[in-house]
């Protein structure tokens, strides 16, 4: 079963391990949505800003990004994209392993969806997953 099955996902994170996780979970959920997948904040504004067709992700998605990444780290991705008029309404999950209150608010700040760390993240698992699945099928994503 696809759930909202236009709707993108890009996971925003660089560890290789983490994603395999996230991508069994998906599988095992039966989401199918297309995922793309960036180590890090410079690779993700790539795909949200590529005309290269293999390497971009176009409207609607979601974004489930990482807070602690090389080069460009969560928060200095979230400034970017809501600077950006073509993605500043982006719809943004945090799944980090941050646990920092100051990293909470800051995202917050930038209008994220929720915040989620990833210690215990296998118990929390199947919560977080129901809410993603919650949001493809009621959410009207903005185009």
């Given amino acids: 079963m696809k759930i909202k099955d236009e709707v993108s996902i890009l996971l925003v994170d660089d560890d290789d391990v983490d994603i395999i996780g996230l991508k069994r979970a998906f599988k095992r ?19 949200l800003s590529s005309v290269d067709k293999t390497k971009s ?8 990004l990482d807070i602690n990444m090389p080069r460009m780290n969560g928060i200095e991705f979230l400034e970017q994209i809501r600077g950006n008029s073509k993605h500043k309404n982006a719809i943004v999950f945090v799944l980090t392993t941050s646990q920092y209150d100051e990293d909470k608010i800051k995202a917050y700040s930038y209008n994220i969806a929720g915040y989620i760390t990833k210690s215990n993240f296998g118990e929390k ?3 977080f997953l129901d809410i993603i699945e919650s949001y493809l099928e009621i959410v009207d994503f903005p185009c």
């Fill in 125 to 127: 698992t199947d919560k």
């Fill in 29 to 47: 959920r039966n989401i199918y949505n297309p995922v793309h997948r960036a180590k890090d904040g410079i690779e993700a504004l790539e795909f």
């Fill in 57 to 64: 992700i176009s409207k609607p998605y979601l974004i489930i």
